[in-house]
């Protein structure tokens, strides 16, 4: 199942925004949900990760400026993206470890930060 990420949109440097990705089942509670981003010319990389019982991990670029959380009874993992940087603009996709292994990807929501 593709995933739908939205949220993204054009911001200062500095500034925030909040993205959303709703998952569709009855078993959303029971995996991880992982956002991943792909910048212009590189290669897609892991931003951050929020296991089923809650446990968060995110890179280092992003650490102490992004919170990544979970609803479960709305099956919607979040992005909150703060002090936001140029180097953060990208395409931001989210995903589930199976669909990560299958190489299924939904559309991701673009954000780019401005200088």
């Known amino acids: 199942v593709q995933l739908q990420a939205s949220g993204g949109g054009l911001v200062q440097a500095g500034g925030s925004l909040r993205l959303s990705c709703v998952a569709p089942g009855s078993s959303f509670s029971s995996y991880a949900m992982i956002w991943y981003r792909q910048a212009p010319g590189k290669q897609r990389e892991l931003v951050a990760r929020?296991?089923?019982?809650?446990?968060?991990g995110y890179a280092d670029s992003v650490k102490d400026r992004f919170t990544i959380s979970r609803d479960n009874a709305k099956n919607t993992v979040y992005l909150q993206m703060n002090s936001l940087k140029p180097e953060d603009t990208a395409l931001y996709y989210c995903?589930?470890?199976?669909?990560?292994?299958?190489?299924?990807w939904g559309q991701g929501t673009l954000v780019t930060v401005s200088s």
């Open positions: 995903n589930t470890p199976l669909g990560y292994s299958r190489d299924i």
């Open positions: 929020i296991g089923s019982g809650g446990r968060t």
